[in-house]
């Protein structure tokens, strides 16, 4: 099992910046990738971004590439990142972080986070 604690949500105005944590804690040696989805209200959830731990190997959503950027801590192994810079209305939704135990395969889950962005 693989634990997952995402924070760093909030209410912002369109333009700003915000940026999201999550730590995997648990059968880490497991975890092949962190990947960032996000639900927006009334919506599916879609993946937005990831990064594998092995080689930092990142992946985007087309609506999203250029102003997010997904990071790992350095210091704080299974610790990853996600700052999302520009932040647009269409931005706003309910953020998880997934640790995938192979490509595009995510058993584990966080609780979510909110982002909300106003125009």
């Known amino acids: 099992q693989v634990q997952l604690h995402e924070s760093g949500g909030g209410l912002v105005q369109a333009g700003d910046s915000l940026r999201l944590s999550c730590t995997a804690s648990?059968?880490?040696?497991?975890?092949?990738?962190l990947g960032w989805f996000r639900r927006p209200p009334g919506k599916d959830r879609d993946f937005v971004a990831d990064?594998?731990?092995?080689?930092?190997?990142?992946?985007y959503t087309d609506s999203v590439r250029g102003r997010f950027a997904i990071s790992r801590d350095n210091a704080a192994e299974y610790t990853a990142y996600l700052q999302m810079n520009n932040l647009r209305p269409e931005d706003t939704a309910v953020y998880f972080c997934?640790?995938?135990?192979?490509?595009?395969?995510?058993?584990?889950w966080g609780q979510g986070t909110q982002v909300t962005v106003s125009s």
């Open positions: 997934a640790s995938a135990a192979e490509r595009d395969r995510y058993p584990y």
């Open positions: 648990g059968r880490t040696s497991s975890s092949y990738s």
């Open positions: 990064i594998r731990w092995s080689d930092n190997f990142t992946r």
